[in-house]
């Protein structure tokens, strides 16, 4: 029996949670918008303080690796390895995708979760009912034509922040789309226990977010535009 600290930090939403045996028996969660800096150390202390007070041992942290929002993968991961670094316990490390996906296991379809990119594009995977993966993690721009061929042979669930701008792209019956959809640390329970269980840690020194893209830093328009009057002037 493991008991597990989870934290998922790669959405708008950030919360904590804790598993033992691969169930959730305390959780807290934040949908404030950057908030992940201020709430997620908090949860953490609460999270300690209540396996403690229930004579539970900290066998392992789990944090969502990406992809998601840059800096609050940076904000989780960062969390997570200082607290693995303290206790000297192990790291588990859950794709944000299959987070995402695990609230609808089991199922007879395909599920598809979607994280907003840019425009007409989205970070997605592909997995059976059972979580087993399809298709990779990847970054791709949905057309008419994506998930055709799929789509002819069974019903795929799509869902998560880049699924509602797809609806009016992928057209079939078997294409079915869940809002309200986003990663939670509750979600991450059965995954981080079979990673522990199977002993899958990820290295607490060197690991790093996924961000499946790098970060790319921009400047607003209108101090571009200011700059170039006071150049001209």
């Known amino acids: 029996m493991a008991c ?120 997605s995977a592909l997995y059976d009912g059972n979580l087993n993966e399809i298709e990779p993690i990847r970054a791709m721009i949905i057309d008419e034509n994506s998930y055709r061929d799929l789509l002819c042979q069974k019903e795929i669930i799509f869902f998560g922040t880049g699924a509602d701008k797809c609806k009016t792209v992928i057209r079939s019956s078997n294409a079915v789309f869940v809002t309200g959809i986003y990663p939670a640390a509750s979600d991450m329970t059965e995954e981080a226990e079979k990673a522990f269980s199977g002993k899958i840690f990820a290295d607490v020194v060197y690991f790093e977010p996924f961000y499946l893209k790098e970060f790319q830093a921009t400047t607003p328009k209108n101090k571009i535009i200011s700059g170039i009057n006071k150049t001209r002037i």
């Open 4 to 123: 597990i600290l989870l934290i998922e930090s790669s959405a708008y939403a950030c919360s904590a949670a804790v598993s033992v045996n691969g169930k959730s028996v305390w959780e807290k969660e934040s949908a404030e918008l950057s908030s992940h800096s201020t709430v997620l150390g908090p949860y953490a202390a609460e999270a300690l303080r209540f396996i403690q007070a229930n004579h539970l041992r900290l066998d392992a942290v789990a944090v969502s690796e990406g992809p998601g929002s840059y800096t609050g993968l940076r904000i989780g991961v960062s969390l997570a390895k200082g607290l693995c670094f303290g206790l000297d316990i192990p790291l588990i490390a859950v794709p944000t995708l299959k987070i995402m996906a695990a609230r609808f296991v089991p199922s007879f379809s395909y599920l598809c979760p979607m994280i907003d990119a840019r425009r007409m594009e989205v970070y």
